[in-house]
């Protein structure tokens, strides 16, 4: 790809249409996001760490049963509803809108995912992120989160060693934000890092680009780039370093 932020003076806004690369297992279904396909001739599915954004559904009583994970970063973002979690480490954990959860699946992770019947549908982001080393210390954050405030973003997680609230293991930092219709906000970025965009709900103007709901946009700007929702919208926002070294061999996120 030869568009270096450093060489920009106006933003680069790629946008990508709703996925249509899902998999359907009745009670359980997945749209695969691949930040990478929104830039043309781009050769990689993934964005540097970034390797995919899934949008998943779970109906009530529902069991994903116990499975491992390798060499991937899983963050699982809960806007509404429940997602229950087991693992062989002994953790029952509950993530919910007040909680995030980080697996740092590193040389091995066991777990198992769940609804019941009196939990409501679920839909939610499951997030890969490749790290920056094969086999490292597996690991789980589960911590509960400031509350978000309308029209800011919220840092929810960033790179290891970071203030931020949890860590993946390479250079990725993730926001989220309810924004109000007719309102305002500039796109999170950071110095030569590009930012990938996803509209959970709603639609917004990203600059002068229209991005609507479960569409994305990658977008490479050296200044603020506005976001304008253009109904209540609810967002996700990753800043990616590009250039970070990564690993290719993540269960799922590869």
């Known amino acids: 790809m030869n568009d270096s932020p450093s060489a920009q003076t106006q933003p680069r806004i790629h946008t990508a249409p709703r996925t249509d690369i899902s998999q359907n297992q009745g009670q359980f279904r997945i749209h695969f996001n691949f930040p990478g396909h929104a830039v043309p001739d781009h050769s990689d599915h993934g964005y540097g ?3 995919t954004v899934v949008e998943s559904f779970m109906d009530p009583e529902t069991l994903i049963r116990m499975h491992q994970h390798r060499n991937e970063e899983i963050i699982s973002w809960v806007p509404d509803g429940v997602m229950r979690h087991d693992d062989r480490q002994g953790n029952e954990l ?3 809108a007040e909680h995030l959860m980080v697996m740092n699946a590193g040389s091995g992770f066991w777990h198992a995912e769940e609804t019941l019947a009196d939990d409501p549908p679920l839909r939610m982001l499951q997030i890969f992120v490749r790290p920056h080393s094969l086999d490292l210390e597996p690991t789980i954050q589960h911590e509960l989160i400031s509350d978000s405030v309308a029209n800011e973003w919220r840092q929810l997680f960033g790179p290891d060693g970071t203030d931020a609230p ?11 934000c309810r924004l109000d219709a007719g ?3 500039t796109l999170p970025s950071r110095s030569g890092w590009d930012t990938y965009l996803y509209v959970f709900e709603g639609a917004v103007n990203v600059d002068e680009e229209s991005v609507g709901y479960t569409e994305s946009a990658l977008v490479t700007s050296d200044s603020d780039v506005p976001i304008t929702a253009t109904e209540d919208s609810m967002l996700v926002a990753f800043v990616i370093n590009p250039t970070a070294p ?9």
Not at 166 to 176: A, E
Not at 246 to 251: A, K, L, N, S
């Open 183 to 185: 309102t305002t906000t």
């Open 246 to 254: 990564i690993t290719r061999q993540g269960t799922i996120g590869r």
């Open 49 to 51: 760490p970034l390797a």
């Open 94 to 96: 509950v993530t919910d």
């Open 166 to 176: 949890l860590y993946v293991r390479n250079d990725v930092d993730f926001y989220d």
